[in-house]
């Protein structure tokens, strides 16, 4: 490993440990002054990160002013902060105080699906406080599990895994040695489970969708393991509503009638959940991750 990433490692290790007893010792109100400090000063080391974001927005509202970039930027930053406080209060906090936090709407579709008796695919973005959603969800549905990869970081990992492993959100990891991912997920599909899976990260191939106007590329992953197995596709929105609750909305199932050009069928599965995701993004557009190269294809 390189000398720069591991000083880089180490710098984000000590800010996560700062933090952590910074906000477990602190109130609400307190938590979110430490999410605040720790957002603006993310928002000012982080030059490139801060352009990333920038830009993004620029392209993605046009007719915005500059001073809305400005501030909606500054609030992407002290959203990923309070994301990360509201992680480690709740991860030391009993399950009830969890379920008082998220309310999950669309129960009526949700019982459906179930009532269907096949595995079910949630698929949804990194928007609002997902890790929290993840939780809910887990602790409320029968064989739940989230399609996960690990960070480069192996500390980071760790204390990701035990932050998850004590709020009850078990996966299937991506690129495990000896584990063949997609097989793992279609038995968990076909033995009645649900896969949440994220769509709206860059990847280096998948099947091209229109996401804010640009042109951007989505996995193929969801769509062929719903064909697969015969799964539902139900899409998945999470937002915080205010200062202490979240919600999680579950969406209408996507019924696509498979026919014979496998890949067109595949991407027009994608541009719908894909598309979905973009409403839900215009409604909370701070609240999603617009500090990576979501459009960058090569």
Known sequence: MRWDKRA??????????????????????GMRRVAAFFGGVAYRVLPRHRRIALNNLR???PGWSESELQRTSR?????????????????????EQLFSAVSVRGNERLEDALSERRGI?????HLGNFPLAAARLSHTLPRYAGLMK??????????LSAMRRKMGVGGIMVGDSGVNTVKACLRHLRAGGILHVYIDQRFPEGVKVNFFGRPCLAPVLPAFLAQRSGALIVPVSTWRQDNSHH???????????????QEWDLQKVMQTVT???????RAHPEQWFWVHQRWKMD
């Open 247 to 261: 919600c999680v909305e579950i969406g209408q199932p996507v019924t696509p009638a498979w026919g014979q050009s």
């Open 150 to 159: 690990r960070m480069r970081d192996p500390e980071m990992e760790r204390r």
């Open 75 to 95: 609030q992407v930053f002290f959203h990923l902060a309070l994301m990360a406080a509201e992680l480690i209060h709740f991860k030391a906090q009993p399950q």
């Open 59 to 61: 392209q993605a509202f």
């Open 8 to 29: 880089k490692y180490a710098l984000l290790q000590g800010v996560f440990t700062i933090g952590s007893r910074l906000v477990l010792c602190a109130s609400p109100a």
């Open 121 to 125: 695919l949630f698929v949804s973005g």
């Open 275 to 281: 598309s979905a995701l973009e409403n839900t993004i």
